[in-house]
């Protein structure tokens, strides 16, 4: 099975790419031999698929899990976590994640507040066909997509600016909410390598108020371009060889939802649903991970000075 995994060594990184760069699918994972074994960067998914490719990876290069000894997370999700269970049951390796995600990454049920999922069922019981949403159960979700969410049982935090010694690499950790509340990236500066985790990739990530929306992940945007880095290597997808490009297109997609909302404005005022369903074509997502997505981008258009509501209708300033 070892010859299905994709590996790749990029600048001395080596790389387990996921079988599938979108969600479900688990995130990337970067490893990193030294003397005493190896630590790795994002565990990646504990669906029932997921510790064989991650074995599989391991083998193809030439490691053993039971070697690993230093785990560090980009953020407490389901696809670049879920595997600490499984893994607990082989080792006790030490875990870092940012200090705003150790309660997600200790107790995963946090996790309903920081996708807002009471702030989404709020926002959708305006809707007359309220479907099975009312009852939308995220680890019943994260499980249904074969991508369950566990939780680890020891962690060290990470802070803005710290250094992290793996190997022969020095990463700066590099705060940068939108999509979670401790969401960080990596950088090695003698590389100029970044490992952006969910903010740039294939697809661009979900966001909602309480992990940064859409104002963290612009403001985080710009923290990585103003980095200079050659070389991004996402949680999910390729590696990136024009970093300033990958981070634009990014940007570029997120304002391209707000100017969605902007030509529906145009028309009239509407109610919060009537965007919401302007904005995302597809029902199944309009729920989840849509009212959180929505609802950041009108909290921008909202500081800005763009928009304001009235009541249940929201209309662009000086309309209506």
Same mark, same amino acid.
């Given at each position: ?176 909410? $939108?999509?979670?509340?401790? @969401?960080?990236?990596?950088?090695? %500066? ?6 952006? =985790? &969910? /903010? ?91 009212? $959180?997505?929505?609802?950041? @981008?009108?909290?921008?258009?909202? %500081? ?6 009235? =009541? &249940? /209708? ?7």
């Amino acid at each position: 099975m070892a010859d299905q995994v994709y590996c790749q060594d990029i600048k001395g990184l080596l790389t387990i790419f996921s079988q599938k760069p979108d969600w479900p699918g688990s995130a990337n994972r970067f490893v990193i031999p030294d003397q005493q074994g190896f630590c790795m960067i994002d565990v990646g998914c504990g669906g029932p698929s997921c510790p064989g490719h991650l074995l599989d990876g391991l083998e193809k290069l030439g490691l053993n899990l039971l070697d690993l000894h230093t785990v560090v997370l980009s953020h407490a999700h389901p696809d670049h976590m879920g595997a600490m269970s499984w893994i607990l049951e082989q080792i006790t390796p030490r875990v870092f994640i940012h200090h705003l995600d150790v309660v997600s990454a200790l107790d995963p049920t946090n996790l309903i507040n920081t996708f807002d999922i009471p702030l989404s069922k709020r926002l959708w019981a305006a809707s007359k066909d309220p479907g099975p949403y009312p009852r939308f159960d995220l680890f019943n979700f994260f499980g249904d997509c074969g991508c369950t969410m566990t939780g680890a049982r020891e962690v060290e935090e990470l802070q803005e600016g710290q250094v992290l010694n793996l190997g022969d690499f020095s990463f700066e950790v590099i705060h940068t909410p $939108g999509h979670s509340p401790g @969401h960080v990236s990596f950088f090695d %500066r003698k590389r100029r390598l970044l490992l952006a =985790g &969910d /903010l740039v990739g294939s697809v661009l990530a979900w966001y909602n108020p309480t992990s940064g929306g859409v104002i963290g992940y612009l403001d985080s945007l710009d923290k990585l371009e103003a980095l200079e880095a050659e070389i991004i290597l996402p949680a999910h997808g390729p590696a990136m060889e024009d970093a300033r490009q990958g981070i634009q297109k990014m940007r570029d997609k997120l304002l391209k939802r707000e100017a969605i909302l902007l030509e529906g404005l145009e028309e009239g005022p509407k109610t919060f649903l009537e965007l919401n369903a302007y904005l995302f074509q597809v029902p199944e997502i309009r729920f989840f991970p849509g009212c $959180g997505n929505t609802e950041s @981008h009108l909290n921008k258009l909202e %500081r800005d000075g763009v928009i304001h509501r009235t =009541g &249940d /209708l929201i209309s662009l300033t000086g309309q209506g």
